[in-house]
């Protein structure tokens, strides 16, 4: 069964740093995400990472946002470091996984997170 749990939003100010995790079990993954969403705004790609470690970003986050993954068999800790946070980053932050063999995609629960001063 596959399981993506998240965690580490939180409110910070702007400016600030915040890191997310997101724990995924169950499945072999080919590519690895982090979307958000904002609210009336469609949900959107911040960053990707491939099983070989090429990593994507949207070009609002590019130079600030760092997404990384480390293992730990049958576990993968999917991180999202966010740095110089701005407020029009609020979101609720979701992790995804995409499985190559079987085409499937998974999503996690989301987590918030909130710039404001």
């Known amino acids: 069964q596959v399981q993506l749990v998240e965690s580490g939003g939180g409110l910070v100010l702007p400016g600030g740093s915040l890191s997310l995790s997101c724990a995924a079990s169950g499945s072999i993954f080919s590519t690895m995400a982090w979307y958000r969403q904002a609210p009336g705004k469609q949900r959107e790609l911040v960053a990707s990472?491939?099983?070989?470690?090429?990593?994507?970003?949207a070009d609002s986050v590019k130079g600030r946002f760092t997404i990384s993954i480390s293992r730990d068999n049958p576990k993968i800790t999917m991180y999202l470091q966010m740095n110089s946070l701005k407020p029009e980053d609020t979101a609720v932050y979701y992790c995804?996984?995409?499985?190559?063999?079987?085409?499937?995609?998974?999503w996690g629960q989301g987590t918030q997170v909130t710039v404001s001063s």
């Open positions: 990472i491939t099983s070989g470690g090429i990593t994507t970003y």
């Open positions: 995804n996984a995409y499985t190559l063999s079987t085409r499937l995609t998974y």
